[in-house]
Nanobody, 127 residues
Framework: QVQLVESGGGSVQAGGSLRLSCSAS????????VGWFRQATGKEREGVTT???????AYADAVKGRFTISKDIAKNTLYLQMNSLKPEDTGMYYC?????????????????????WGQGTQVTVSS
């Protein structure tokens, strides 16, 4: 059974940084497309970034240049480094795996491709 568990969320002031982690059991990061998503209160879940099996990444325009997705194969952990945080980055952040996809769909084009989700970790950015 595949399980993803996020951690690292918290409260930070605008301009600050956080690093989210996603650990996996029953799954190896690098075996398929993976991604980070977020959902603000009252809004739809949106894609933040993806990484395919070759390590190619893609980012939503709102986070380009500020967020970085990476993985540590030895620790079997996926990361999201978030810098220059803004209040609009506030929300629940989820990692997800598109276990049947080696490439990644365009961000927000095939959310149904991501079959496995973590429970989320809350990020709150104050102004």
């Amino acid at each position: 059974q595949v399980q993803l568990v996020e951690s690292g969320g918290g409260s930070v002031q605008a301009g600050g940084s956080l690093r989210l982690s996603c650990s996996a059991s029953g799954y190896t990061f690098g075996a398929s497309c993976v991604g980070w998503f977020r959902q603000a209160t009252g809004k739809e879940r949106e894609g933040v970034t993806t990484m395919n099996i070759a390590g190619t990444t893609a980012y939503a325009d709102a986070v380009k240049g500020r967020f970085t997705i990476s993985k540590d194969i030895a620790k079997n952990t996926l990361y999201l480094q978030m810098n220059s945080l803004k209040p609009e980055d506030t929300g629940m952040y989820y990692c997800a795996a598109a276990v049947l996809w080696s490439g990644c769909p365009r961000i927000n084009s095939r959310r149904d491709a991501f079959a496995v989700w973590g429970q989320g970790t809350q990020v709150t950015v104050s102004s």
